[in-house]
């Protein structure tokens, strides 16, 4: 299980906060090289903490959804994410109710489900 993002950002920022404390034990010591690692890491850490703090939304798919996504992804040379924005925006624009008014009755009959290949 992967932990939770939250852990993640949560531990980037603790060794930062002991990585700031290395530069000035090393600044207090005189000890220049270990100050430039300290900063050496607190620029990698930093730069952890931002690529940590984009936010995407992550979903579960079945298995058996995923694996269908990812036989034309393949089959058609296209990346997964492009595969599921096309698949997402077929559905979507047949399965939307033509008033706000009109209750949704789900979608269109027939078979629409190959209609994103």
Do not use: N
């Not at 005189?30 to 703090?53: E, K, N, P």
């Amino acid at each position: 299980m992967m932990p939770s993002l939250w852990t993640v950002r949560t531990l980037i920022a603790t060794a930062m906060v002991v990585a700031g404390i290395g530069i000035a034990g090393g600044i207090e010591a005189g000890s220049w090289d270990l100050v430039a690692v300290f900063v050496a890491l607190l620029v990698i850490q930093g730069c952890a903490l931002a690529r940590s703090s984009r936010r995407r939304h992550h979903v579960r798919l079945r298995a058996d959804l995923a694996s269908q996504l990812t036989d034309v992804a393949v089959e058609g040379d296209e990346t997964l994410e492009s595969v599921v924005d096309r698949a997402l925006a077929s559905f979507l624009s047949s399965s939307e109710p033509t008033c706000p008014s009109t209750p949704w009755e789900g979608p269109p009959s027939g078979s629409w489900a190959g209609s994103w290949r």
